[in-house]
């Protein structure tokens, strides 16, 4: 017996964009890893919650390959916190590409955690840890060397909870959007409170991608 005849809801429905040329480049021998849980995040991802509807027609462009380019960021050996890893974004993406940093992904929803901690198992990615909790209730719990942060809050909120998960010496490595200079601007007072050095701005997979990523970057004394 085959299905009745497609409605147009069927044909409206977003399907996976192809895989980008760039992944190959950006995830190199770990691109396998990089696609089964891209595959997975589209499977799932509606369904619990970690992305929306109109995500997957952008998904390798905006959200995969916008996470991987700060990979190169990342100090060999190091141990980097990622604040409301949600689906993963940038957390897991990170883990996949650089094998040889340790992850401990923070993240406050239960539903979030399972994701996270079932699919860093599936994955096999030895070098992950997750915490459940949110970064003010686990600023005790761990002493990072880096700390990453993707669509979680503007810079006035997010230094303060990020600083004291960070080790003297330290980097904050928070993605934002196109709007950052304005952010960087309003949170000026936040930043001296928290002392922070070397502030920079940096624009990422400019040439490799379609979407260049924006970080704020920045040292803690």
Request: glycine share 8%; aromatic share 2%; hydrophobic share 50%.
């Amino acid at each position: 017996m085959t299905d009745g005849p497609a409605t147009a809801a069927d044909a409206a429905a977003p399907v996976l964009e192809d895989e980008p040329a760039a992944a190959a480049t950006l995830f190199g021998d770990r691109l396998a890893t990089a696609r089964s849980f891209t595959n997975e995040l589209a499977r799932r991802g509606e369904e619990l919650g970690l992305i929306g509807p109109l995500e997957l027609p952008r998904l390798w462009t905006r959200h995969i390959l916008n996470s991987a380019v700060v990979a190169p960021l990342l100090e060999a050996g190091g141990h980097v916190g990622d604040v409301g890893s949600g689906a993963g974004l940038p957390g897991l993406v990170l883990a996949i590409a650089r094998p040889d940093v340790h992850f401990t992904l923070i993240e406050p929803m239960e539903r979030r955690v399972d994701w996270l901690t079932s699919e860093a198992a599936r994955l096999g990615l030895e070098n992950v840890d997750v915490l459940r909790g949110r970064a003010e209730e686990v600023a005790d719990t761990v002493v990072l060397d880096q700390v990453t942060a993707r669509a979680v809050s503007a810079l006035s909120k997010l230094i303060p909870i990020t600083v004291p998960l960070v080790r003297s010496g330290g980097q904050l490595i928070l993605m934002k959007g196109a709007r950052v200079e304005d952010e960087m601007a309003a949170a000026r007072k936040v930043i001296l409170r928290n002392r922070l050095a070397d502030v920079e701005i940096l624009e990422l997979g400019v040439g490799v991608v379609e979407e260049t990523t924006r970080v704020f970057r920045a040292t803690v004394d």
